[in-house]
């Protein structure tokens, strides 16, 4: 798996160098009117505002996703317990048959059964 994530992210990464060789000139930014001009390569905020954009897609994808994750526990904890249960119940199947006095008719008449055959 972690080979395909890598074929899959290096024609991005190649992409992203690729893209900051090509662009070394730099930019001047006024982030606000108090401080002073800050210069950066045009790749630098390029490539800072794509990274933003990735984090935040990413954190929106899973704050949706969660619905989906608490269904997931929710059926989880149902199917741990119908297990239990359905082990119980064949615990319980199984005492009665070897008690029940009819269940043990049947098995002595399959065994008599069987030797005639």
Do not use: C, Q
């Not at 992409?15 to 001009?37: E, G, Q, R």
């Not at 119940?89 to 008599?112: F, Q, V, W």
């Amino acid at each position: 798996m972690a080979f395909l994530k890598w074929i899959f992210a290096l024609p991005f990464i190649f992409a992203a160098v690729a893209f900051a060789v090509a662009n070394p000139d730099t930019i001047s930014l006024n982030w606000s009117p108090l401080h002073d001009k800050v210069t950066l390569p045009i790749y630098a905020v390029v490539l800072s505002f794509l990274g933003i954009g990735f984090l935040l897609g990413s954190i929106i994808t899973w704050l949706g996703m969660s619905k989906i994750r608490v269904e997931r526990r929710t059926f989880k904890r149902e199917n741990k317990k119908l297990e239990k249960e359905l082990n119980r119940r064949e615990k319980e199947t199984a005492e009665i048959t070897k008690t029940d006095p009819l269940s043990k008719m049947i098995e002595k008449d399959k065994k008599e059964t069987e030797k005639f055959s």
